[in-house]
């Protein structure tokens, strides 16, 4: 592996590690929502603010994107997201 690539996955593992940052990813497998959605099912573990932080670095790396609908912004995974989503599900199931 070259150290470029490694240094793209260090900066992956990194962009997760967080179980506030995972729960928002987890929340977008099923389906597109909005940042107080996403804010409620953090709940209490991060602000409305902080969870918009998360989501603009998401979209920053294109695991993420947005779409405007009516007053609302919705956040959706990309291709890329869905892919990041699945291994860290395949990580879950291998860990005990």
């Known amino acids: 592996m070259t150290e470029k690539k490694l240094e793209t996955l260090a900066e992956t593992f990194n962009l997760l590690a967080s179980e506030v940052?995972?729960?928002i990813l987890l929340a977008l497998d099923d389906g597109s929502k909005s940042v107080k959605e996403l804010t409620e099912i953090v709940?209490?573990?991060a602000s409305q603010s902080s969870v918009s932080q998360h989501l603009k670095l998401f979209r920053w790396k294109r695991i993420v994107k947005s779409e405007r609908r009516g007053s609302y912004i919705l956040y959706s995974l990309t291709g890329e997201?869905?892919?990041i989503?699945?291994?860290v599900k395949e990580?879950?199931?291998v860990i005990k």
């Open 21 to 23: 940052k995972l729960k």
């Open 43 to 45: 709940r209490g573990r």
């Open 81 to 83: 997201g869905k892919r």
């Open 85 to 87: 989503v699945s291994i």
């Open 91 to 93: 990580i879950a199931g």
